[in-house]
């Protein structure tokens, strides 16, 4: 048995130990049923939970995890509208992101899909060099896409500056 302040008291009797801890205004815990005998400790089991519970929620909050950004572009985008749409992938990447690229038809541009697989293609093709493609064509009902992750390299480094600041 172990006392509330973590002193080994002994073998002592179950009777005994409960006696212990209801003289102290404690819980008496099993800590490890599968040693003969049992190892048990006298404290206050709710403070117990609640402090466990606290340090997960504190392990939750310091973890990070990539969102992902969607980037949307129409099959008839000019060539510059185009450059600010890759621009803006090569930010989110780098910021250590995931980015949902998408193509969006509506209309008749549906009938046109091959036109937007191209421009699709055109584009992972300029990305791909630095960054990797994760799914590299989805197909649902008025859009086409992709999923691009950063490279490792960029995520441990976006990882590395966050645990600095």
Known sequence: MIGKNGEQIGIVS??????????????????SPG???????????GKYKYNQEKKERAARK????????EVKIRPKIESHDLEVKIKNIY???????????SIIFSGREISY??????????????????FVIDIHLFNENRY??????????IRREKDAKDENS
């Open 62 to 69: 310091k973890q990070k995890t990539g969102e992902v950004k």
């Open 35 to 45: 040693i003969d005998p049992p190892v048990c400790k006298i404290m206050d089991y």
């Open 144 to 153: 086409i896409g992709a999923m691009i992750t950063p490279k490792s390299e």
């Open 113 to 130: 899909k091959d036109f937007g697989r191209e421009l699709l293609n055109n584009i992972l093709e300029r990305i791909k060099k630095d």
């Open 91 to 101: 930010r989110f990447l780098k910021a250590g992101n995931k980015v949902k690229l």
């Open 14 to 31: 179950l009777d005994e130990a409960l006696r212990r801890a209801q003289e102290e205004g404690l819980d008496l815990v099993e800590v």
